[in-house]
């Protein structure tokens, strides 16, 4: 690397700091930094929203984002299975676990969450699994394969999509939320009790308000055990109970940490040193955290694009998840929890047929606030864009939901920020710019270039869709 160049360092080399390192690729126009990676894992960056496919025998290597040859290539130093141990703010270096200095002009902390464990007794019986990481994913299909009962602590999104590949290995799989009903932090009572009614459709067990009080078993696990008493037989248990920030490195290099946790960022995601910005799940904006790929992309693009001299800022982030499980459509958007006396509700539902579709509209009537789609979601990119660019709301609720039974047709008039693909979000413009900077002339090949449909599929006729107009009309 040129000693002429302002050196940058990645600590981590997760979803988010593999999207920095293109992002600055991209908007160093002028070629005046050189990258260093520590990434703490072994295997270069990878889609860590897809990891469940390797259940049913993906090759790890398919969700790489890039080899090794890539960081080469670009003249990035990417050191693997590397963990930083501390940052010295003052030498404006950052030492590792062998020893090792690396010294930076800009520092860029990616360092991403881990598993919360919750407080419960025996939490290290073997047969005890968290799931973050291609070696959590590995170790619990192997020992799935052997296993007879498996529980699940958390009924979340990742909790559902645990229970869900371990019910597909042929493993008798309960789920254990501790609220009245699944995914709580996105649905409200209705739409939870509808997915509660499909998931014990697909063969999964539901114990809802359920509190674990400990684990116990020999030197492996053998039951879960209750604060009621009540126990359930498993040999293999996955704990989902949430994500707590990797902040520690920055906090202990006296970096201002978020109320809730995290490292505390401005628009810019620059920390309160000049020098050091935090960007994914480790960062705190406005006191919030984020868990989801596509504040964490932004946060990375912002930082890229303040280091390239470009007017990008983070934004408030609305939340918006999509469960990515069979045939299941449930998805959430904004504010899903207000009260009557914050918001106005219109609902559309046949219960028999398992669809309700929750609006919540500011009491003007003049905004959607969020949104909560179950059964059916063809709406979901036309809401996300109504919440997020405050598109003024229409006199009837209806115009902007689709008759049940009677999706939306599929819209191919997209803006070059419209999200096609949620799950890894990939907007309208980045697949535009894959085709012209790789001369793609595929849907397969705009897929493998950017991981649009590379999950769910859910999005994969829209892919199709803009790769034809674009590489047929150029818009």
Known sequence: ???????????????????????????????????????????????????????????????????????????????????????????????????????????????????????????????????????????????????????????????????????ELGVETTILERAPFLM??????????????NIEQLGIHLKLEAHV??????????????????????????????????????IEAGLVPGQNGGIAVNERVLTSDPDIYAIGECASFDNDLFGLVAPC?????????????????FEKWMPASKLKLLDLHVSSLGQTHLTEEEATFFIDQDIQKGVYKKLLISKDWKTLLGAILVGEDSEFERLRKAISKQTPFPANPRDWLAPINQPLRLEVEMEDDDVVCFCNYVTKGDICRAIDAHNL????????????AGLCGSCMDTVIAVTKQYVEHGI
């Open 184 to 197: 709580p932090l996105q649905l409200d009572t209705m739409a939870g009790k509808l997915l509660d009614m």
């Open 1 to 167: 690397m040129s000693d002429t160049k302002k050196q940058v360092v990645v600590i981590g080399n997760g979803m988010a700091g593999y999207r920095f390192c293109e992002k600055l690729l991209e908007y160093d126009a002028h070629h005046q930094y050189a990258l260093t990676v520590l990434g703490d894992e072994a295997v270069p960056a990878y889609d860590r929203v897809a990891l469940s496919s390797l259940f049913t025998g993906r090759p790890e290597q398919e969700l790489f984002f890039a080899e090794k040859r890539w960081y080469d290539y670009y003249k990035i130093d990417l050191q693997l299975g590397t963990r930083a141990v501390s940052i010295n703010r003052d030498a404006k270096t950052v030492m590792t676990a062998d020893g090792s200095a690396y010294p930076y002009d800009k520092l860029v902390i990616a360092t991403g969450s881990r598993p919360l464990i919750p407080a419960i007794g025996n939490i290290d019986l073997e047969g005890v699994h968290v799931y973050r990481t291609t070696e959590d994913v590995h170790a619990l299909r192997d020992e799935a394969r052997e296993a007879k009962k498996a529980v699940i602590i958390g009924g979340g999104l990742l909790g559902l999509e645990i229970a869900e590949a371990c019910r």
């Open 441 to 452: 002339k595929t849907a397969g090949e705009v897929m493998a270039h950017t991981y649009a």
């Open 213 to 250: 009080r400990k684990l116990e078993g020999g030197a492996r696990v053998e039951r879960v055990v209750l604060e009621n008493g009540e126990a359930f037989d498993a040999d293999l248990v996955v704990i989902t109970a949430g994500i707590t920030p990797n902040d520690e490195i920055g």
């Open 297 to 313: 992309y932004a946060m990375a693009e912002a930082a890229a694009a303040h280091l390239g001299d470009i007017n990008r800022v």
